[in-house]
């Protein structure tokens, strides 16, 4: 059974950063995706950022040049470091992975941006 566990969240100030990071039971490059999504207040669940196994990365507009995704597959870990946050970024992010059909997801992570 995978399991994925977020950690990280927290309070910050606009302009602040915050690194996300999601551990991962077993290797992580047994996974063809994994991504960090977001959900606030009353809105839909979003993607923020995926990463392949290859190392390509792909972004949400509203936060490109501003949030990175990395792993490290020695520590079976993906991060997502968030940069100039803003208000708008606070939301439950979570945490998911890709196998085959099957998609993974964590319980999620709150970050609280103040202005």
């Known amino acids: 059974q995978v399991q994925l566990v977020e950690s990280g969240g927290g309070l910050v100030q606009a302009g602040e950063s915050l690194r996300l990071s999601c551990a991962a039971s077993?290797?992580?490059?047994?996974?063809?995706?994994m991504g960090w999504y977001r959900q606030a207040p009353g809105k839909q669940r979003e993607l923020v950022a995926t990463?392949?196994?290859?190392?390509?990365?792909t972004y949400a507009d509203s936060v490109k040049g501003r949030f990175t995704i990395s792993r490290d597959g020695v520590k079976n870990t993906a991060y997502l470091q968030m940069d100039n946050l803003k208000p708008e970024d606070t939301a439950v992010y979570y945490c998911?992975?890709?196998?085959?059909?099957?998609?993974?997801w964590g319980k999620g992570t709150l970050v609280t941006v103040s202005s």
């Open positions: 077993g290797s992580m490059y047994s996974f063809t995706t």
């Open positions: 990463i392949i196994r290859s190392g390509s990365t």
């Open positions: 998911s992975a890709s196998r085959t059909i099957t998609v993974y």
